[in-house]
C-alpha cells in the first residue's frame, strides 16, 4: 500500500525557522522528493534524497531516513514568499511518484 | 529555459463530451506523466508514457486513456467526461534525473 502523511498546515513568522515533517509507508522506495507549490501554480521542485542525511540547498535543507521512513524539510529565515504548500512525494521505482497531500506553509509579519 | 505548456489554463465541458487535454515540452525528455489534483487527496498519477507509442497505467487510470504519437507531445482523453473529473490536471515531464517539471495546469469542470 501507499501512505505518505505530512501536516495539513502550519504556521511560522517572517526570519523563523520551520520543520515540516513527511512520514511514509510505499511499496517501493528510490528517493523522497519535496516540491513547493504556491497557490494556483505548478509545482516546482526543490529536492532529492535517496541516501540517509542531511542535504543543505541555500536557505531549504532535507534530511531522509530510510530506515524510519521520514523525511524532513527545513526552511530557515523565512520570508513570506515562502508562504505555499510543500509537496512530500516518494519515487516508487522508474520515476512513478506517490504525494502526500501536502503541507499549507502561512508565513505572517 | 525549461518549459511545459498545456494547450487551456480552464475547460468547461458537459458530461458525456470526449475531452482533450494537451500537454507538450521543450526539453527532449523522454519520459511525460499526466495527474489530477484535488483538495485533501493531493497529486495523483493518471498515466505516463516513458517513449513514442508507449503508456503505462498510473493509479487512477480509470476512465482516462493517452496518446504519445510524438517525443514532445502527451495527450489525455476523457472518452465521455462525468462529473467525478471535475480537477485540475498537470502534465509533467522528466529525463533521467529524476527531476519532474510540471506544466501550468487546467482546471477542467464538467457540468
Known amino acids: 500500500g501507499q501512505n505518505i502523511d505530512q501536516p495539513t498546515e502550519m504556521t511560522a513568522t517572517e526570519g523563523a525557522i520551520v520543520q515540516i515533517n513527511c512520514t511514509y509507508q510505499?511499496?517501493?522506495?528510490?528517493?523522497l522528493f519535496w516540491y513547493q507549490q504556491h497557490a494556483g501554480e505548478a509545482p516546482t521542485f526543490l529536492s532529492y534524497?535517496?541516501?540517509?542525511g542531511l542535504e543543505e540547498k541555500g536557505r531549504f535543507s532535507s534530511f531522509l531516513s530510510r530506515s524510519k521512513g521520514y523525511s524532513y524539510l527545513l526552511l530557515k529565515e523565512l520570508q513570506m514568499k515562502d508562504s505555499a504548500s510543500y509537496l512530500c512525494a516518494t519515487n516508487t521505482g522508474f520515476q512513478k511518484l506517490v504525494f502526500g497531500t501536502g503541507t499549507r506553509l502561512l508565513v505572517s509579519p | 529555459d525549461v518549459k511545459v505548456t498545456q494547450s487551456s489554463r480552464y475547460l468547461v465541458k458537459r458530461t458525456g463530451e470526449k475531452v482533450f487535454l494537451e500537454c507538450v515540452q521543450d526539453m527532449d525528455h523522454e519520459n511525460m506523466f499526466w495527474y489530477r489534483q484535488d483538495p485533501g487527496l493531493g497529486l495523483r498519477l493518471i498515466y505516463f508514457s516513458y517513449d513514442v507509442k508507449m503508456k503505462e497505467k498510473g493509479d487512477i487510470p480509470e476512465g482516462y486513456s493517452v496518446s504519445r504519437e510524438k517525443k514532445e507531445r502527451f495527450s489525455l482523453i476523457l472518452e465521455s467526461a462525468s462529473t467525478n473529473q471535475t480537477s485540475m490536471y498537470l502534465c509533467?515531464?522528466?529525463?533521467?534525473?529524476?527531476?519532474?517539471?510540471f506544466g501550468p495546469g487546467t482546471r477542467l469542470t464538467v457540468t
Open positions: 510505499t511499496s517501493g522506495f528510490n528517493g
Open positions: 509533467a515531464s522528466s529525463s533521467k534525473t529524476y527531476e519532474q517539471y
Open positions: 534524497n535517496v541516501l540517509d
